[in-house]
T-cell receptor, first 108, second 114 residues
Framework: GQSLEQPSEVTAVEGAIVQINCTYQTSGFYGLSWYQQHDGGAPTFLSY????GLEETGRFSSFLSRSDSYGYLLLQELQMKDSASYFC?????????FGAGTRLAVHP | ETGVTQSPTHLIKTRGQQVTLRCSSQSGHNTVSWYQQALGQGPQFIFQ???????GRGNFPPRFSGLQFPNYSSELNVNALELDDSALYLC?????????????FGPGTRLLVL
């Protein structure tokens, strides 16, 4: 089967750094994506790793290691507006397979 | 803003009824995918359309069907509604159906089945 595991909740303070891990049990996928979703909103694309290694986009970075079946999203200089759910997703056969999401709460 | 719109925003139906949800993709995007998101869960892939043809389907029964039109709009139809169909329905458009294409999500339609 295909499954992605993420922590259900993470809590951090403003200005801190947080890492959200994603482990997966699937093969033959094209890449690992990360999406952000605020309550009541639509998932918003954050990053995509087609190859192993680190991708950096501003305060957000994403990492993929296919040999370890593992990836993570790193959020730096946390802001209150970063409080949201974060989903990892693998792209396989043109469809996105999502994890259950990690709810990030940022406190002052 | 992703340029992807959906209608209606909210909908209440009763069990056994039929519903049609609509999506308008970004201009030029030939691919639209539909997802179902239950409360507290990640989106689940329903199906994808590329240039008006179905291009992949998830683990959903045949009472979930779709259409894509040449004007970059699409529909998701659900027949014989069940209580478990209550969810947020998302459409996502992408430029093409190739690997690595970023999918841009609409705001969703929240369906409640009573």
């Amino acid at each position: 089967g295909q499954s992605l595991e993420q922590p259900s909740e993470v809590t951090a303070v403003e200005g801190a750094i947080v890492q959200i891990n994603c482990t997966y049990q699937t093969s033959g996928f094209y890449g690992l994506s990360w999406y952000q979703q605020h309550d009541g909103g639509a998932p918003t694309f954050l990053s995509y790793n087609a190859l192993d290694g680190l991708e950096e986009t501003g305060r957000f970075s994403s990492f993929l290691s296919r040999s370890d079946s593992y990836g993570y999203l790193l959020l730096q200089e946390l802001q209150m507006k970063d409080s949201a759910s974060y989903f990892c997703a693998v792209l396989r056969d043109n469809k996105l397979i999502f994890g259950a999401g990690t709810r990030l709460a940022v406190h002052p | 803003e992703t340029g992807v719109t959906q209608s209606p925003t909210h909908l209440i139906k009763t069990r056994g009824q039929q519903v049609t949800l609509r999506c308008s993709s970004q201009s030029g995007h030939n691919t639209v995918s539909w997802y179902q998101q239950a409360l507290g869960q990640g989106p689940q892939f329903i199906f994808q359309y590329y240039r008006e043809e179905e291009n992949g389907r998830g683990n959903f029964p045949p009472r979930f069907s779709g259409l894509q039109f040449p004007n970059y709009s699409s529909e998701l139809n659900v027949n014989a509604l069940e209580l478990d169909d209550s969810a947020l329905y998302l459409c996502a458009s992408s430029l093409d159906s190739g690997a690595g294409e970023t999918q841009y999500f609409g705001p969703g339609t929240r369906l409640l089945v009573l």
